[in-house]
């Protein structure tokens, strides 16, 4: 509630760019064009835009386990 617009962005650990998500109700499922990636830390950025036009940035990692 509150959000506008959502964007996702998911690096390797070593900061190279593996995709972008621009719908966040979804998020990432650990596939780029349905293909699985390999198990590993993934870093992300996701931005938020707010109904009142604030803009938040937060980031953090997973640990992504097959």
Do not use: P
């Amino acid at each position: 509630d509150g959000i506008s617009d959502c964007h996702i962005k998911i690096f390797n650990r070593w900061g190279a760019y593996i995709t972008e998500i621009n719908d966040c109700k979804y998020g990432w499922d650990g596939t780029i064009d349905g293909k699985d990636v390999a198990s590993g830390v993934y870093y992300y950025t996701i931005t938020l835009t707010t109904d009142s036009g604030d803009v938040q940035e937060h980031k953090g990692f997973v640990q992504l386990i097959r």
